[in-house]
């Protein structure tokens, strides 16, 4: 395959350092020689489609550089699932741009994306290469120890409910329960993390429960009562994607996206955190709050981790190394080497494995109980967040 163009696009939901490995990519291809120019896809996969392109070739060498501590995608997002009648469309503009190489920053469903367009383009007779940079605070993707992201949003939990849950332990006369909301889909990584900065068994949170285990509503009510004995109130973080034994969605939505995913708390349901608190206040009477960020920790820059934004950074290096050596039809991996000290190499995957495979919570990461992780998942994720602060504590005796 001789020289060409290349094209980049982020997909989905961002994470803080997506735009680190949007400036690893940049930087990366001004180095290939096979590379003449990188355009970016302004709005994915579906705006590449209705020409809106830019020429990140051409964009200030400290705009790029500064793309490593911004938030957000910067060449805008989409969730558009291709169809079948997409693909003309897509070939005439890699025709048009004479685009040899594409590159896309996204989960499981970009990979696809990816895949699918390079096998038809094959087909086509059109040389094409596809090499994907792995991304999502879901970290549930395929063959790579963690992905580029999530290190940053399991700090921003675990930092949110430390705070929420002091606040939560110091308001227990007034409010006997909160409860957090994470994002997370069908897997429980970022719930889990909520547990990284508790100190004692009093701290929060009290109780996790992931999507990996069905939920049951009478042996949760059971935990929350026992916790509010020991503690004198409940702490409770839940993924947005518990489903009950039967599959039914906690949050009792219906609504599904363009990719079959259901839309927790969308019309025909409400979020999950709204019934785990009304299941709590009907049962005991209790006074409550819940916190749901959403998209906060996707976004967070103020809290991503520096080895997060540095391997973000290297994978979309590596990704523009790969496609230089004539790679294709795979996706940069992050190896786990060591754990302490910790030590990581980058690797890659197939993009079909990766497209058609999630990586959920394993077993031993997930206490007995099913509602809360085990030491095992604290092992795994210490070397990721860094620290956690330390706060004071009063000590308190009666005065005499």
């Known amino acids: 395959m001789g020289k060409g163009n290349a094209i980049v696009g982020q997909s989905g939901g961002p994470t803080s350092v997506i735009n680190s490995s949007l400036a690893g990519i940049v930087q990366g291809c001004a180095q290939?020689?096979?590379?003449?120019?990188?355009?970016?896809?302004?709005?994915?996969?579906?705006?590449?489609?209705?020409?809106?392109?830019?020429?990140?070739?051409?964009?200030?060498?400290?705009?790029?550089?500064?793309?490593?501590?911004?938030?957000?995608?910067?060449?805008?997002?989409?969730?558009?699932?291709?169809?079948?009648?997409?693909?003309?469309t897509i070939l005439a503009q890699l025709r048009r741009y004479d685009i040899r190489t594409i590159f896309m920053i996204g989960?499981?469903?970009?990979?696809?994306?990816?895949h699918r367009i390079t096998?038809?383009?094959?087909?086509?007779?059109?040389?094409l290469r596809g090499v994907g940079v792995p991304k999502t605070v879901d970290n549930d993707l395929y063959a790579t120890d963690h992905t580029?992201?999530?290190?940053?949003?399991?700090?921003?939990?675990?930092?949110?409910?430390?705070?929420?849950?002091?606040?939560?332990?110091?308001?227990?006369?007034?409010?006997?329960?909160?409860?957090?909301?994470?994002i997370g889909r069908d897997s429980g990584w970022l719930a889990a993390a909520s547990v990284f900065a508790k100190r004692s068994p009093e701290d929060a949170p009290h109780l996790v429960y992931l999507p990996e285990r069905a939920f049951d509503q009478e042996r949760f009510l059971a935990d929350v009562a026992d916790a509010y004995d020991r503690f004198g109130y409940a702490s409770i973080v839940c993924g947005e994607g518990i489903k009950?034994?039967?599959?039914?969605?906690?949050?009792?939505?219906?609504?599904?996206?363009?990719?079959?995913?259901?839309?927790?708390?969308?019309?025909?349901?409400?979020?999950?955190?709204?019934?785990?608190?009304?299941?709590?206040?009907?049962?005991f009477g209790w006074r409550g709050e819940f916190q749901i960020t959403e998209?906060?920790?996707?976004?967070a820059i103020d809290r991503a981790?520096?080895?997060?934004?540095?391997?973000?950074?290297?994978?979309?290096?590596?990704?523009?190394?790969?496609?230089?050596?004539?790679?294709?039809?795979?996706?940069?991996?992050?190896?786990?080497?060591?754990?302490?000290?910790?030590?990581?190499?980058l690797g890659t995957a197939s993009l079909e494995d990766v497209a058609v495979r999630a990586k959920p919570m394993p077993d031993a990461m997930i206490n007995e109980a099913g509602n809360f992780p085990s030491e095992a998942f604290l092992e795994y994720l210490r070397p990721l967040v860094g620290e956690m602060p330390e706060y004071a504590e009063l000590q308190f005796e009666r005065v005499e």
């Open 244 to 283: 009950y034994a039967d599959g039914t969605p906690v949050s009792a939505s219906r609504t599904k996206d363009k990719f079959a995913n259901v839309e927790f708390g969308a019309m025909g349901g409400s979020s999950v955190g709204m019934q785990l608190h009304r299941m709590v206040s009907d049962r």
């Open 305 to 345: 981790v520096e080895s997060d934004l540095t391997e973000a950074y290297d994978c979309g290096r590596e990704a523009a190394r790969l496609a230089g050596d004539g790679a294709s039809g795979v996706m940069v991996a992050i190896v786990r080497e060591s754990n302490d000290p910790y030590r990581a190499s």
């Open 119 to 127: 096998e038809f383009a094959a087909r086509e007779g059109y040389g």
């Open 107 to 114: 989960g499981n469903d970009t990979m696809d994306t990816i």
């Open 148 to 182: 580029p992201g999530y290190p940053s949003a399991a700090r921003y939990t675990a930092l949110s409910v430390q705070q929420a849950g002091r606040l939560a332990r110091d308001m227990k006369k007034v409010d006997q329960f909160t409860i957090y909301q994470s």
């Open 295 to 299: 998209s906060l920790p996707m976004c």
């Open 32 to 88: 290939v020689p096979g590379i003449d120019r990188l355009l970016g896809m302004r709005w994915g996969i579906e705006g590449f489609m209705a020409d809106h392109l830019v020429d990140l070739s051409a964009q200030p060498a400290d705009t790029i550089a500064g793309l490593r501590r911004t938030p957000s995608s910067a060449l805008g997002s989409s969730r558009h699932k291709l169809q079948e009648a997409d693909f003309p």
